[in-house]
């Protein structure tokens, strides 16, 4: 039986359309700027999102990593959620590298941070001993709320506090399409207040390689910089952009949205398991409190609970039945739907998520460290 893997969005393999535009993909050097197909995608994902201009990087961690290089100088600081990727899963690259500071917030269960909290967080410019403010973040969706999405309303009051202050706001979108496609909002609309995003073609849209970053023409070039100081300079890399095109096209290759289909396969399992005795919600910003799961929070492609087991020991019963979830910090357990795991998984897992918890013993849940997957 294959695998049926939900460790993360991040193992979809290309589709059929994706392998074959990679096939056939036109290229030159892009470091010239001569890569007609990646040229073609920084257009692309720009004007999908309102933007001057985009920049194709290898990773999501490298889009914020060169967006932070764009937007700050050592020694300032960024204002961030205290769960965000960019702040504890990307090994501190912006203080190794971009020689930055973070102010970091509370992460609230829907996913965002106390707007008063934000404003409040700016620094003293005219005190020498203080980090200068140089950025805000926001990320949507919001992996550890379970994947929330944020809405364009509340990143546009981020982005008047930012603003006010003389400071951009740079979205970690790695999951920007998913949630575009839960609110049913444009993608322009939900960008618009932000001065760069970052979304991943890596993950839910199902591309081998690479993330895109896109703001205004003057930040992008700073961005471009970036990426050449960090070694991410790429050269026949239309080979890897061409699955990029397919993932943003209008029509049948598209994968935007079929991410509706990963939403409602979340969903699903959510139902399933907040009956089963031996799931509990996760707490903390997943789901206040440690009750039963709530389904309804499960909103695009992330489920995460706690398991009333040895963690362990239920992830290999379920191993052993072909079916792969992964830990997740605070002694969760993590399952995320994507490309390639359809309605007919879902019930096997179902199935085999019952039949993990027979085979384990019953055990109260633990606390587990602040270390994630992605
Ligand atoms: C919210 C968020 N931001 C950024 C990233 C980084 O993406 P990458 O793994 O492509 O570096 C991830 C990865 O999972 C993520 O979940």
Redesign the pocket.
Known sequence: MPLIDLR?D?VTKPTPAMRRAMAEAEVGDDVFGDDPTVNALEERAAELLGKEAGLFV???????LVAQLAHLGRGQETIAGRE???VI??AAGHAVIVGTSIRSLEDRPDGTMDPAEIDAAFRDPSDPHEPISGLVTI?N???HSMGQPLTAEYTRQVADIAHAHGVPLHI?G??FWNAVVAQGVRPSDLAGPADTV?F?L??GLACPVG?LVVGTRDVIWRARRGRKLVGGGMRQVGILAAAGLVALSDGPDGTIERLAEDHTNARRLAEALSQMDGIVAAGGTAQPGLGPLDPKRVRTNFVLFKVQRDRAAFLEALRARDVLMVEYPHGQVRAVTHYGVTADDIETTIAATRAALAETSPRPVTPGSLV???
């Open positions: 993360s991040t290898a990773s999501g961690t490298m889009g914020n965000h990727h960019l899963d990307e990320e969706t919001h992996a970690d790695a999951r970052t991943c890596s993950k993330s994630a997957t992605a």
